[in-house]
Structures are given as structure tokens and as C-alpha cells.
T-cell receptor
Framework: AQSVTQPDIHITVSEGASLELRCNYS??????LFWYVQSPGQGLQLLLK??????LVQGIKGFEAEFKRSQSSFNLRKPSVHWSDAAEYFC???????????FGGGTRLMVKP | ETGVTQTPRHLVMGMTNKKSLKCEQH?????MYWYKQSAKKPLELMFV???????ENNSVPSRFSPECPNSSHLFLHLHTLQPEDSALYLC??????????????FGSGTRLTVV
């Protein structure tokens, strides 16, 4: 069965600094991978997705992610973090049957002024 | 109105009460989902509906009863809940139940507190 691990439960960065959130997946074939963001009290919003082609994927709000098959990783990056990026971030992989997403445990991002 | 709308946003209920959560999507999607989000736990898939038929029931206790009368509406009927059922319940939809290349669109959730 597929699984997703987000090793960092909490990350704190200074405003303007770069950001990388880690995601490792376990999946037998070429995965469909997603990153979502959740602001407090809100649902999840899709940031970006990967299913084939270019391994560097651009998303909304200035985020990007790179698929690395050799490392089973799909890390999320942003060159310069804004205070409004403080939220929880979830990585997800589509399952074999294609009928659901499996989510990682999430990484809570805090931004220092 | 567009997107996925969930009502109510907050719900407090006693263990002997019966209540329902409602989800409505205005995206023309054919699949809808219920997820449970508890503190310090990963998102847990509860139910999957495709074209109004249940295609997945992820070992959810019978005190949770889903209903999908049409492809735009999804309900979660609650009865005799336990305090550990307190959580954020998220509804999502997708173009089809394969969650294909598009992922899900989520609602804002219902924060449920069982007292």
C-alpha cells in the first residue's frame, strides 16, 4: 500500500528566508503526488500536483516542488517566505486503485517576522 | 456560489444526540469524500462516493452513516457519538473517483465537538 511521510512536524523560518518542506512516499509505480495547504480553521487548498513530465512543478503562491524518483521524494520549496505562508502543509499520493489520496501527517510552518 | 460548501461550520452535540453534516459542491464533480481530521493524526478517509454510489467505506463505525442523494450533495448522519469522535470533518470532491490528475477540492470543514 502507498504511504507518505513528512519528517518535520514543525518548521520555523524567518520572513524572506527560503523554505523546503520534505515529503517521502512509498509507491510501486509512477505516483500522482500533491501538496496541499491548510490555514487555521479552513479546508485544504491544492498548491500543486505532479503526475508525469517535467519533474519540477510550479504551483500557486510562488511554490514549487521537485519529484525525485531515486529518492522517493517530492519536496516543496519557496525562495522567499511571507508571513501569510504560515499554515499546515500536507503531501499526498494517489493510491493504486486511483480512488483516494493518502496524506502525510502534515508540517506546520511558522514564520518569524 | 462555487466550490465545496459545508454546513454547519461548528457543531456541539451530546453523546445521545442525532445530527447531520451537509456538504454541497457546485463544480460538476462526480465523486465526493468524507475525511476526518483529528489533532496530531493524519487525515483519515471515511467514505468515497462516485456517481452517488458508495465505493469505499474505510472501516468506519456504524455511528457514522453517509448519504449521497445526488452528485452535488453529501451528508454524514451522526448518532450516539463518543468524545473521541470530536474532530474536523472535511468534505471533498473530484471530477471522478479516481482522483485522477486533479486531486480534490475541499470544503472548509465542520468542527465537531462531542460532549
Amino acid at each position: 500500500a502507498q504511504s507518505v511521510t513528512q519528517p518535520d512536524i514543525h518548521i520555523t523560518v524567518s520572513e524572506g528566508a527560503s523554505l523546503e518542506l520534505r515529503c517521502n512516499y512509498s509507491y510501486g509505480a509512477t505516483p500522482y503526488l500533491f501538496w496541499y495547504v491548510q490555514s487555521p480553521g479552513q479546508g485544504l487548498q491544492l498548491l500543486l500536483k505532479y503526475f508525469s513530465g517535467d519533474t519540477l512543478v510550479q504551483g500557486i503562491k510562488g511554490f514549487e516542488a521537485e519529484f525525485k524518483r531515486s529518492q522517493s521524494s517530492f519536496n516543496l520549496r519557496k525562495p522567499s517566505v511571507h508571513w501569510s505562508d504560515a499554515a499546515e502543509y500536507f503531501c499526498a499520493v494517489r493510491n493504486n486503485a486511483g480512488n483516494m489520496l493518502t496524506f502525510g501527517g502534515g508540517t506546520r510552518l511558522m514564520v518569524k517576522p | 456560489e462555487t466550490g465545496v460548501t459545508q454546513t454547519p461550520r461548528h457543531l456541539v452535540m451530546g453523546m445521545t444526540n442525532k445530527k447531520s453534516l451537509k456538504c454541497e459542491q457546485h463544480l460538476g464533480h462526480n465523486a465526493m469524500y468524507w475525511y476526518k481530521q483529528s489533532a496530531k493524526k493524519p487525515l483519515e478517509l471515511m467514505f468515497v462516493y462516485s456517481l452517488e454510489e458508495r465505493v469505499e467505506n474505510n472501516s468506519v463505525p456504524s455511528r457514522f452513516s453517509p448519504e449521497c442523494p445526488n452528485s452535488s450533495h453529501l451528508f454524514l448522519h451522526l448518532h450516539t457519538l463518543q468524545p473521541e469522535d470530536s474532530a474536523l470533518y472535511l468534505c471533498a470532491s473530484s471530477q471522478d473517483h479516481t482522483a485522477g490528475r486533479h486531486g480534490y477540492t475541499f470544503g472548509s470543514g465542520t468542527r465537531l465537538t462531542v460532549v
